[in-house]
């Protein structure tokens, strides 16, 4: 994956490099495809969007935030990318035309995930970082018929103590993904195949 750069901040994330990494794998981007983020923040999911995407529409509901994603993306090579970033809180100002969703908070995520069933969101994927918000996630999607995968994963960072090579952990991120385009099964049949049930 290419480095971004992200000398200006936000005062809070960026979502790490990992994160990013795996994020991005599910979302599966490609150039015939609409990118909608919720909460651009420093602007890294963003970034790396649309490197990939043919459309990127990035939410963020405050200004100074959506300022440091202006001004971060315009720090990288994104090429002619095609990006709007948007003022707004979320659903307020989400596009009907999605091909694939991230919200990398949980703020109003209720309403967009029924957002995103309304205009038929091929892919979302929503990263949580506390385990009660990240239950309660899980359950929105099963709830709207969308859920198809659950992760949780970890990344640790090495460095040297002592001669040796010792590591520092980053907290546990929390992926729920799945998509109310993918007819190919809902709610029960997908909770199985995925690993995912209510035991």
């Known amino acids: 994956m290419p480095s971004i750069r992200l000398p200006h901040d936000a005062k809070a994330g960026p979502t790490k490099p990992e994160v990013r990494a795996v994020t991005l794998s599910k979302l599966g981007l490609t150039p015939a495809d609409h990118f909608v983020e919720v909460g651009s923040c420093t602007g890294a999911v963003t970034i790396e969007a649309a490197r990939r995407a043919g459309r990127v529409t990035a939410l963020e509901r405050k200004p100074e935030r959506l300022e440091v994603t202006r001004k971060n993306l315009a720090a990288n090579d994104v090429g002619d990318a095609d990006v709007e970033l948007v003022a707004a809180e979320a659903p307020e100002g989400l596009p009907d035309d999605a091909d694939a969703l991230f919200l990398g908070g949980s703020r109003n995520f209720e309403a967009v995930l029924d957002h995103a069933v309304e205009t ?80």
């Open 120 to 199: 038929d969101v091929d892919r979302v994927v929503m990263n949580v970082s506390r385990l009660e918000v990240a239950g309660r996630a899980v359950e929105a999607f099963r709830d709207r018929g969308i859920l198809d995968e659950v992760a949780q994963f970890q990344a640790s960072h090495g460095y040297e103590l002592a001669g040796a090579t010792s590591f520092d952990s980053d907290n546990p991120v929390y992926l729920v993904a799945g998509g109310a385009g993918d007819d190919e099964g809902s709610g029960d049949e997908d909770a199985e195949a995925s690993g995912v049930s209510d035991a």
